[in-house]
């Protein structure tokens, strides 16, 4: 004995069981069977509206917003072409940005290393005073200067430099020996 009138037909295509508890979707308003009422299994083309997710943008890893009723496919989209900050059709911005300041050298670094006499913005290989001749703070130093200025500072535990032979020299020997 059968009861045509009681229950429903579930509405996926593939399906079509007789369902006497049938699950309403709450989206696309069909009814389903126990196996087909989650919004993946009937592929429920409403599923957006109720389905509430904050999509990323792939490529700057930021959420975008997406209002009721929007698609987020096409709105991850518009932001991809438009508001983008790692779009790559964008200009990248440049990591090198403070270029050596000794005339002929034409290396750049990612931080500013200035001269303390002239305040010019040198490369790692010119930042020293005598490395690019600077006349700011007076004549440029020579490098013997340099080494006899050097000499007489004392060393980090007091101890002054005794030239060639000061601590800082037999402190590396001493590690090249072991």
């Known amino acids: 004995m059968e009861f045509p009138d009681l229950g429903k037909h579930c509405s996926e295509k593939t399906c079509k069981q007789l369902d006497f508890l049938p699950l309403e979707c709450d989206a696309c308003k069909q009814d389903f069977c126990k196996d ?9 083309p409403f599923a957006f509206k109720k389905d509430v997710q904050v999509p ?12 009721t009723g929007e698609v987020p496919d096409v709105v991850v989209g518009e932001h991809m072409d438009g508001a983008c900050k790692h779009h790559p059709g964008k200009k990248k911005e440049k990591i090198f940005t403070y270029r050596c300041s000794k005339e002929g050298c034409r ?8 001269c ?13 005073p005598q490395d690019h001749g600077c006349t700011r703070g007076g004549p440029a130093a020579s490098t013997a200067g340099c080494l006899a200025a050097r000499d007489s500072e004392p060393g980090p535990s007091g101890a002054s430099r005794e030239g060639p032979g000061g601590w800082l020299a037999r402190r590396f020997r001493w590690r090249v020996k072991r």
């Open 36 to 44: 087909h009422f989650t919004y993946a299994a009937h592929k429920c």
């Open 116 to 128: 303390a006499e002239c305040r010019g913005s040198f490369c790692i290989q010119h930042r020293h």
């Open 107 to 114: 290396r750049k670094e990612m931080l500013r290393v200035a």
């Open 56 to 67: 990323v943008c792939p490529l700057c890893n930021s959420p975008i917003p997406v209002k």
